[in-house]
């Protein structure tokens, strides 16, 4: 079974920053990712990490070069730094998790870009 914690969400001006964390317990989780889903709009991908083959990493198309996705070993911990936020950023951002048998979603935290 897996947990998942995620905080540092928030309301933040266009051009700026957010860092979103999101704890992880539990055990054989192979990779973690944050997606997003704004009113009225599907849920897509921003961005994940692959615990194996080096870190892998893949970005969505629209936060390349402005999203760093991250991760703190110690602290079984994933982070997501957003810099130059956009108020099309704005979303309830979740964590996910993969595990050789399931899938895990955590309850979301919001983030709201002001213009």
């Known amino acids: 079974q897996v947990q998942l914690v995620e905080s540092g969400g928030g309301l933040v001006q266009a051009g700026g920053s957010l860092r979103l964390s999101c704890a992880a317990s539990?055990?054989?989780?192979?990779?973690m990712g944050w997606y997003r889903q704004a009113p009225g709009k599907q849920r897509e991908l921003v961005a994940t990490?692959?615990?194996?083959?080096?870190?892998?990493?893949n970005y969505g198309d629209s936060v390349k070069g402005r999203f760093t996705i991250s991760r703190d070993n110690a602290k079984n911990t994933v982070y997501l730094q957003m810099n130059t936020l956009r108020p099309e950023d704005t979303a309830v951002y979740y964590c996910?998790?993969?595990?050789?048998?399931?899938?895990?979603w955590g309850q979301g935290t919001q983030v709201t870009v002001s213009s």
């Open positions: 996910k998790a993969d595990t050789s048998y399931r899938v895990y």
């Open positions: 990490l692959t615990f194996t083959n080096g870190g892998s990493t």
């Open positions: 539990g055990f054989n989780i192979k990779s």
